[in-house]
């Protein structure tokens, strides 16, 4: 008889490794898919000044295999495949893998996270590696005493142009608004920062250059008014896109492409369960994505002993 | 012309101080009102085992000392008083402490989270400190070589059987219902510790001794029979009660007294918000307490600047 797990955990990142740590508590069956690498999104920073328990700052890389390493501990299965889709069966969700395998399960909570947002004008693509970058703390070092951009104003544009200081000569921050939307305390870092200068209510209009970016055309959005800026790096940070592309069939999404759940954190579907970035929460931060975990988790296990019958009496 | 804060933080356990570590990022001018000693609840438990980014267990005690200094390290304010009441006076609310002292401000963020409940029979608050404990951790040496009582069948009951069980000579865990609630990793521990008996399906109906515990009266649920079982001791752990008698005339909270909120955490009053154990929320567990009381910072913020005209454009 093929196998039939109690709970699948798709993503490794914070929400499904904690996810995972209160599955192996409650002796769920379960199993973890992870497509790349465990720890998330979060490993594009270089350090997490915010998660709670940690007063010295605490390098995401650090926190993220804690974390992985307290699951494991527990004896959590970490399969590294990609899902690519989920089937509905009875009771019973079929996902199927990029690598051809299929998994039954009881229920399934949905810890995928999101990506950094291209920004969508053109030559973007072609320039990636060629000087567009979405993580400053893997490409920072290759703009050693260069001149770069920064799109965006939220707390991973800020940390990021932040992260950028220690190694370019100047740093534009370029942001459509006339304030940033960061955290106070990042903003007055960036305020007190003499190599970074922001570029108020701007947009990139276009890229130039030939093999690699050579510079970026702003426009105003007030004066309408458009200069070029020469530069040999263009940071990207606006915004998140939720990877959901494989349940965009079966699940209820909000118009950005964000699990819709209830408080209970269960989707449009009963048994598929969401937390973390992927989910249309309110903050998307470490500390609230763990939460959402332990709770997905509680809320799963409830599900799955009414499917089995057993009930608290 | 009086003070008058952005925001007060009521309560200095595990949401409070994460809701103040967020609330210093943002440069609100805050305080945090603590009647007794930061830390909450959790602090009764001897050791954390489930909260992410520790492998090796910690102590209850260590981590909410490094949840302390992270906020402190930030700036924060923890004013050692206890709010009695709040009154509300157009945009602004007034808290009233015991102490006699008054704060004004604009967004409160209640986090005074919650106690163990009583199990409301006779001649238990007479008896409490001479043989009746809420707390094993804090009372359980009292107790070495003795045969006791533990009340309940969730993850406090059995975590806190489980450290009687260092201390005591036999432990009768007796519980209303015919199966266990809490973790199954607690549940497995509980079943292989030989000192430990559980009595299913039974109640304590009443407390005998005279300066002290002696034993207890227990009544089988399904046989209505009841039989003595001689003991010193009897810890009580059948539910919380949250702490939010001060607001109980302002404030929507359910049938059990705890705080109704959306999902943004605001109180049925704009400008209140609510988190982690006092909230009617679907899992008490520190880590998403933590999670709840960034949430709550956050939204507290977006109000404020609502009030404020502060317009993100």
Known sequence: MEKIYDLIIIGAGPAGLTAAIYAQRARLNTVVLEKLTPGGQILLSEKIENYPGFPEV?????????????????????????????ALEDEEKIIHTSGGKKYKTLAVIIATGAETRRLGIEREKE??????SYCAT?????????????????????????????????????????????????????????????????????????????GVKL????????????????????????NTEFVQNILELNEKGFIKTGENLESSRRGIFACGDVRKNLLKQVIVACGEGALATHMAEKYINEVKGIEYK
Request: glycine share 8%; proline share 3%; aromatic share 8%.
């Open 219 to 242: 426009k105003n959005l007030k004066t309408k008014k458009t200069h070029n800026l020469p530069c040999s790096g263009l940071f990207i940070f606006v915004g998140l896109k939720p």
């Open 138 to 214: 893997c490409d920072a070092p290759f703009f050693r005493n260069r001149q770069v951009a920064v799109v965006g104003g939220g707390n991973m544009a800020l940390q990021e142009a932040l992260y950028l200081s220690k190694f370019a000569e100047k740093i534009y921050l370029v942001h459509r608004r006339g304030m940033l939307r960061g955290e106070k305390i990042l903003q007055e870092r960036i305020t007190k920062n003499p190599k970074i200068e922001i570029i108020w209510r701007s947009v990139v209009d276009q890229i130039y250059g030939e093999e690699k970016v050579k």
């Open 127 to 132: 320039f990636i590696g060629r000087g567009i």
């Open 58 to 86: 605490i390098s995401a890389q650090k926190l993220m295999k804690q974390v992985q390493k307290q699951a494991e501990n527990l004896g959590t299965k970490l399969n590294y495949e990609e899902a690519r889709s989920i």
